[in-house]
């Protein structure tokens, strides 16, 4: 097999690769905000439990999430495995972030000094006003480095879709990889990741250029 | 170096060599790393004393003893297992491997072929699939790096091309549970390990129809020539002193494709 079919072959699983990390940034971002805000509830039951979940997905492997999210359902209750690989992975990866996107948005908002709420309340913010105006523009501009190293590490993760047989990227350069016998499949792969972080990269240090209207 | 790395395996292997490695005399070895697949029953498995068993697994174990080698046996990445072998993970790849010319060509020692096999397609009981023919347009799995799957990229292309998707999974088992789980219509995988799969879950049935003729034997590394002879001899010997047909008596799935019991 030519260099030039490998490559046309593998492009075609980077669409199944760009599938997973576009859909899982899209919903994991605004999950996160979601159980970060559960995280930090008042009510110690509902805060308990958030992080109990977070424990859970932070402290096992992403792997084992998605054959859990994947033949879970029919090992426990016989319940169809999914023909469309696509959802129960978006699925596994989307909650999977979530958990660390949550924490850091925790921690975020947890550097914003306690007198900015004092000095809001003073001028007649209301509390959804506060968080919405004054501390949620400058918690996204503070954990904008940490929220792109997960997502630079979101694209190499995509290859973990191979365990539960989603024909990605990465798959299909195992696959040729296996019947070339060459390892040139896995440099290609290497340098699809590379470049595909490489605009990651850009795209996200643009955005972070952009929030620094105060420097 | 970087160059034999990228253009296959077979003959770079030697800048990967260890000081002390294979090229000690034949006669110094002590212990014999045998490469398999862990999960593929019943030719190299793990039993239920949690020690790796299957027929494969016993009869490497009867050589070595034969030739008063230590037996140390190395769970494989099936897909990585030639890339293994020439790392020296172990010596030799013997677990239900069928010789594939690709393997030929990138200069493997393989052994005497020990084992006709043929592909069958598994398909649930109550599917209605009776044929190939009736899975034109169906989802189907297989496992990555046996010969099913490079059947269906070389031999069966033509037929591989009437199938809706195919779904490579990294162990024979995901290719079950997809089909138990609805999420294929078909597996495509070798014989032997249909049978004793479908045997021990309700619910399955093989296609009466065999695709794909093959034939099992064991890889060595390119410069091992002399090891592969040691262990040939050594199977014959048991063949001749009743041990290999002993050991063939417990795995009555497959006894009859040996090729050594054959006459």
Known sequence: ???????????EGLGKTCAIFFLTVLFSLPLGMIV?????????IVSAVTRFFITILRGTPLMLQ???????PYYLFGAGVA???LIPVVIAFSINYAAYFAEIYRGGIESIPVGQYEAATVLGYSKFQTFMRIILPQVVKRIMPSVTNEIVTLVKDTSMAFTVSYQEMFTIGKQIANSQTSFMPFLVAGVFYYVFNLIVDRVMGRIEKRLDYYQ | ???????????????AKPADGSAEAAADRTKFIM????????????????AY???DVEVCQAVCDYLGWELEVFGVNWDEKLVQLDSYECDCVWSGMTILDSMKEAGYVLSAPYYDNTQVLVVKSDSGLASSADLAGKDVAVQLGTSGEALLQDDLDELAATFGNIVTCDSFLKCFTELEGGGVDAVFVDMPVATSYVAEHEGLTIIDEALGAEQYGIAFRADDAELCAQVE???????ENGTYAEIASNYPDIVNNLLFLAD
């Open chain 1, 36 to 44: 970060a805000l559960l995280r930090m509830s008042k009510n110690k």
């Open chain 2, 233 to 239: 001899e050594a199977v014959a010997a048991l063949v």
């Open chain 1, 66 to 72: 998605l054959l859990a999210v994947t033949y879970g």
């Open chain 2, 53 to 55: 068993t299957g027929f």
């Open chain 2, 35 to 50: 490469g398999i697949d862990p999960e593929y029953p019943p030719f190299s498995y793990l039993g239920d004393d949690g």
């Open chain 1, 83 to 85: 023909r469309n690989k």
């Open chain 2, 1 to 15: 170096m970087l160059a034999t790395v990228l253009c296959g395996c077979g003959s770079s292997a030697s800048d």
């Open chain 1, 1 to 11: 097999m030519s260099l030039m079919t490998m490559i046309v072959k593998m492009s």
